[in-house]
């Protein structure tokens, strides 16, 4: 409904007020308030229509996030970040004094952006503004495009892992995202290079998770876990390794680690769940396609990350194996 009809200027989304009429029902049509009435007003008819999530409207309604400028409707959606108290954006300001590499965005609009995580880099660091963490590196990213704002991550990747990482730029755009995780809506697909011949060449592990007692860091598959799911097919295959193309029903904490290699076909380099770490120091796992709506203009939106430079020099042993 809203695709064309928001606009950003500095912290508010624009909505053009008069162009929304024509998306909407004759029913709600007939009853929008007039540009220019009381914010209270517009704020009932908006949560009536059901244009906006109900918690976004109040909050910002709260702070006097609704107010009309001309024909155009302003709404509170974006928060510049505080560069002397906000921890990620110190660490940001620093990283980009000393020439931080470029982080690769696999996509990015007003609303959201899609960075694509090297393995090794954690989402967030163990301690808040840690310089090594894809938060701080996004950070970077906003700093270099004069865009100080503050973005929060919706889902996250294992520290090894590579893949995208989605970030929401806005409320608006978080709530949305965040309510799409909590109903199973955004869907993650995972390339890993497993040991063996996995056989059957395609199934679904349903094998309930829960914490190994005897070691903090890792899982185990027990009756006593949670519900975890997962989908396999093998996509080539040799005597010692498997290229295998996953996605998940649930997210467990490394799940696709776990039931890879419950199955007796951990991933290469997964020293914590039994794979040999010769030809890689970490577990070749990839995100190779985020899929989900976009949460302003409904789009169905598929992205997709190229697999690293060490999956292409791991995948070459396949067709020696």
Request: aromatic share 6%; hydrophobic share 35%.
């Amino acid at each position: 409904m809203l695709e064309g009809l928001l606009t950003r200027e500095g912290t508010d989304l624009v909505l053009n007020y008069t162009a929304l009429s024509e998306r909407l029902t004759k029913e709600q049509a007939q009853y929008q308030p007039k540009a220019g009435s009381h914010p209270h007003l517009v704020r009932q008819w908006l949560l009536a229509c059901s244009i906006f999530p109900a918690k976004w409207l109040n909050r910002i309604f709260s702070v006097g996030g609704i107010r009309f400028v001309g024909e155009d409707l302003h709404l509170l959606a974006y928060t510049y970040a505080d560069l002397e108290q906000d921890a990620d954006y110190r660490a940001a300001q620093t990283e980009a004094k000393v020439g931080a590499p470029r982080l690769e965005i696999l996509y990015e609009d007003d609303h959201l952006l899609v960075a694509n995580k090297p393995a090794g880099m954690p989402v967030h660091g163990a301690n808040k503004g840690q310089r090594n963490s894809l938060d701080v590196a996004v950070a970077v990213h906003m700093l270099r495009s004069n865009d100080p704002i503050i973005v929060r991550h919706i889902h996250r990747l294992d520290d090894d892992t590579s893949g995208p990482v989605l970030y929401a730029k806005n409320e608006l755009a978080q709530q949305r995202l965040d309510e799409e995780m909590r109903n199973k809506e955004i869907e993650r697909q995972y390339l890993a290079i497993v040991h063996g011949k996995v056989q059957p060449k395609k199934g679904v592990i349903r094998e309930p998770i829960g914490k190994d007692r005897h070691q903090p860091k890792r899982r185990l598959v027990t009756p006593k876990g949670e519900h975890a799911v997962t989908h396999y097919e093998v996509v080539e295959s040799g005597d010692l390794y498997s290229v295998v193309k996953l996605s998940l029903e649930t997210g467990r904490t490394h799940q696709i680690r776990v039931h890879m290699s419950h199955i007796r076909h951990p991933l290469v380099g997964d020293y914590l769940y039994g794979g040999n770490t010769e030809l890689l120091s970490h577990q070749a796992l990839h995100g190779a396609s985020l899929t989900f709506t976009h949460p302003v203009t409904g789009k169905n939106m598929v992205i997709e990350s190229n697999p690293p430079q060490w999956y292409a020099e791991i995948k070459a042993y396949i067709t020696k194996s």
